[in-house]
């Protein structure tokens, strides 16, 4: 039984390889006739075909590197200064006349700096992700007096060290500890949505320290103990979002977003004001899910990041931030 099994894997296994062998082969002789009729090679008619953004974006990186040449599967990774001249040389190799095209190497370079620019993104991200707090380096620390300061204008902070650190959110007395999994990344997020749409974030926080009594009695309200049961911390949920944001951008799933909002190359803006948009819905859904307690958090957290999942699979979707920080909405180009 056991060779049996065996002989039913090796199968399988032969019979995938030789199935994408005849995929390869098959898709590669389709390109050749298709350029001999139309007379234009892949890139051309992606640039031709499709306007401007992720639709467009996605199919040219696709095509680079899928591409038997290594010009244009070292195309995907040259440094930004370097991306005029790459798209020259791929124009070259494809015998592409520039005269008699001069739109393909505008739309090839734009492509390509939203392409390197991504690269470029993931790095800077994960490069805050990996840097500790440091309660010893005056500009972490300025950082976090900052964000108090924008969310609790009013109320003095009486120590570095207090208790009052969970009025904004935080889990103890020290906020340094938080920052563990995110590092810098969520006090950089969590300062940019408190500084760049600071009625929005003191909005939330109010609500998650205790939400609306929407189509509730007062006896209702007071059954289900909302400010205990279903509010929630505000900066521990601004670090669980960051790190929603942050492996959407690392599985590329964000491409979508950025290669339709951002022209020329995604930066660390972009990101930010991506993760203020993730903030406002994440509170509108987690109100709307109505959870019974904080325990169902993941469950809320899980259900959400499907939804985004979803809507960015539409490569004609930008998810853009509702605030005044950006001259952007929510849009379906």
Not at 13 to 32: A, D, E, I
Not at 112 to 133: D, H, N, T
Not at 145 to 168: F, N
Request: hydrophobic letters at 40%; glycine letters at 4%.
């Amino acid at each position: 039984m056991v060779l049996c099994c065996c002989c039913t894997s090796t199968s399988r296994v032969v019979t995938q390889f030789f199935l994408f062998l005849y995929c390869k082969c098959l898709w590669r002789g389709l390109k050749f006739v298709v350029r001999k009729i139309t007379g234009r090679c892949e890139l051309q008619r992606i640039c031709y075909n499709n306007k401007p953004g992720a639709r467009r974006t996605l199919k040219i990186e696709s095509s680079l590197r899928y591409s038997k040449n290594e010009l244009c599967q070292s195309a995907l990774s040259v440094h930004p200064d370097c991306v005029e001249k790459t798209v020259d040389n791929i124009m070259t190799l494809k015998k592409i006349n520039p005269d008699t095209n001069p739109q393909l190497s505008i739309s090839l370079q734009a492509s390509l700096f939203q392409i390197v620019g991504y690269r470029g993104l993931v790095a800077e991200v994960e490069k805050l992700r990996r840097e500790p707090y440091d309660c010893e380096n005056l500009k972490h620390e300025e950082m976090l007096m900052k964000l108090w300061k924008a969310l609790r204008p009013d109320s003095p902070l009486t120590g570095r060290i207090s208790k009052q650190w969970c009025e904004i959110g935080f889990q103890g007395n020290d906020p340094k500890t938080d920052f563990r999994g995110m590092g810098l990344l969520g006090l950089h997020n969590l300062l940019y949505f408190a500084e760049h749409d600071k009625a929005t974030a003191l909005q939330v926080l109010q609500d998650s320290l205790q939400p609306k009594q929407s189509k509730m009695s007062k006896a209702e309200w007071e059954q289900k103990n909302f400010d205990k049961a279903i509010g929630y911390s505000f900066a521990i949920v601004g670090i669980n979002i960051t790190d929603l944001a942050y492996s959407l951008l690392v599985s590329g799933a964000l491409k979508t977003h950025l290669y339709n909002v951002a022209p020329e190359m995604p930066n660390l803006i972009h990101f930010q004001q991506t993760f203020c948009y993730l903030m406002q819905e994440f509170h509108r859904f987690w109100i709307e899910e109505d959870p019974c307690d904080i325990m169902e958090f993941n469950r809320v957290r899980s259900k959400f990041h499907r939804r985004v999942l979803r809507q960015l699979k539409n490569p004609d979707m930008a998810l853009c931030p509702h605030f005044a920080a950006s001259d952007l909405h929510l849009v379906n180009l």
